[in-house]
């Protein structure tokens, strides 16, 4: 899985696996017991949820959700998407809606005051800083998938030993 160079700051795989979803369960269940110290492991219905242990969780620790869909022939369609902590992502995602939000206050702001040949340097300069604070939000976040990349392999290793 190309996790260096790809742009997505949540990458994303897809796969079949021979399995059934109940051996898939099964196997999850085995390796829940052995592996209950170094990974948190979730489960509900067709979704698995792998996370970073407790211990060795940091600020960019990443966790995996797969997806478990059946097919007639009995194989198990597997999507997965690794992303931050729940709690980071949503307060990440809150953080970009309220730049984009002012941006577009602003905007409208700068605006309305062309039309009325009134000076809108200050709601360019606001737009302007609000832009840069957006890029600065989107290397952070690739900062610390960089940072997490190594745990996101062995969560892909350690889905490949539940999947496969």
Not at 2 to 27: A, H, M, V, Y
Request: charged share 20%.
């Amino acid at each position: 899985m190309e996790l260096d160079n790809n742009i997505q700051l949540r990458p994303k795989f897809e796969q079949f696996s021979p399995k059934t979803i109940g051996e898939i369960k099964s196997t999850f269940e085995k390796v829940k017991t052995y592996e209950a110290d170094d990974f948190k492991l979730q489960n509900a219905g067709n979704h698995i949820w792998i996370g970073v242990g407790l211990f060795r969780r940091e600020f960019w620790s990443p966790s995996l959700h797969i997806e478990l869909d059946s097919y007639e022939d009995g194989r198990t369609y597997v999507k997965g998407i690794f992303g931050p902590d729940p709690v980071l992502w949503f307060i990440f995602l809150a953080m970009h809606f309220i730049v984009g939000g002012l941006f577009i206050v602003f905007g409208i702001i700068a605006y309305s005051k062309w039309t009325l040949s009134q000076p809108y340097d200050f709601d360019l300069f606001v737009m302007s800083v609000l832009s840069i604070i957006w890029l600065l939000l989107y290397f952070v976040a690739r900062l610390n998938r960089r940072k997490g990349t190594a745990q996101m392999r062995e969560l892909f290793s350690l889905a490949n030993k539940i999947i496969a």
